[in-house]
């Protein structure tokens, strides 16, 4: 079997990737999704811009075509993301009313995430995932300035959880973050954040860290996923894995920081080949420009 057919018998839930219809369209790239990867996050489609980028008038066009071709493969999904400052339309931002951006909010989530309520029951007894928060630290762990911790404060964190728990109520409820590669002050910033909203009542089952690591970057990632799952949480995931360089030695070293927390449930690759990647300049992902296994795959597999 591939990369998610040996995680998974390591007791991980997946080994996936970012996909989207114009991915879906590559058959090299679909073969190796097919064959490598058990899980699929859409790398655009389903971003606030994509989604609403007139208030009240939903596309979901782009965002349907990756969550049929995951239901007809057999793949998990995870949902990314529902509430995020960027790649975000104009008109949310200029809501600066608490009641006005509350309903904007929850309208969105509502007509999003009920869209895909229950869609994988069919191929798999794990739930479908969101990320419903996405990026809202500041690298010393306090809350990032945007329309919704500007207008609302910390009350949109509950707020979205709320009306993502209302939409699908069997969905995994994430928040998601980079630089959180080591027990650092944002993660620490993140998990008191995490326990605050939990002892209010049931928001937040998981925490994502995306790990776009540099060269040598992983060594702590292992702490970073035991800080992260010392908030309490159900689980912890890594959600966004790309490696500038992709040395065997990291990815190794990531692969194996999660198999050594119980809590991690899995890792998503940032895309399958280097050529299709948000930072292809980096060569970071474990397929070559042609869909071809990298030395960096095959340490993984050995690994496993
Ligand atoms: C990136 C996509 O890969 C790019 O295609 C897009 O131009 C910008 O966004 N953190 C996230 C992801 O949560 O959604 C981002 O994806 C990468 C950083």
Redesign the pocket.
């Known amino acids: 079997g591939g990369l998610d057919a040996k995680f998974k018998a390591k007791g991980k839930k997946f080994w996936g990737s970012?996909a989207d219809a114009g991915l879906l369209n590559k058959a090299a790239n679909v073969a190796v999704l097919k064959s490598d990867f058990g899980q699929v996050t859409p790398?655009?489609s389903m971003k606030w811009d994509a989604l609403e980028g007139t208030r009240g008038s939903f596309t979901f066009g782009n965002a349907d075509t990756l969550v049929n071709w995951a239901v007809s493969n057999g793949k998990l999904i995870r949902g990314?993301?529902l509430v995020w400052h960027s790649?975000l339309p104009g008109w949310v931002t200029s809501v600066r009313d608490k009641a006005g951006l509350t309903s904007v909010i929850q309208s969105h989530i509502s007509n999003v995430a009920g869209r895909y309520k229950g869609k994988l029951y069919a191929v798999s007894d794990f739930f479908q995932i969101w990320d419903v928060v996405?990026?809202i630290f500041n690298e010393n762990g306090t809350l990032r300035s945007s329309v919704f911790s500007d207008v609302l404060g910390e009350s949109f964190v509950q707020i979205a959880f709320a009306a993502a728990r209302a939409a699908d109520g069997t969905a995994k409820l994430y928040i998601?973050d980079?630089n959180l590669d080591s027990n650092n002050a944002k993660v620490q910033g993140l998990v008191a954040l995490v326990k605050r909203v939990n002892a209010g009542g049931n928001y937040i089952d998981g925490i994502g860290t995306?790990m776009?690591l540099e060269a040598n970057g992983a060594g702590g990632a292992q702490a970073a996923l035991t800080a992260l799952a010392s908030a309490g949480v159900q689980e912890v995931a890594i959600t966004?894995l790309d490696i500038k360089g992709a040395s065997s030695n990291d990815y190794v070293t990531v692969t194996k920081a999660c198999l050594a927390v119980p809590a991690c449930v899995g890792i998503t690759s940032?895309g399958v080949s280097d050529v299709d990647s948000?930072r292809s300049g980096n060569t970071p992902l474990l397929f070559d420009g042609n869909y071809k296994p990298k030395a960096a795959y095959n340490a993984v597999i050995s690994a496993l």
């Open positions: 970012c790398e655009n990314h993301t790649q996405n990026e998601n980079y995306q776009h966004e940032w948000w």
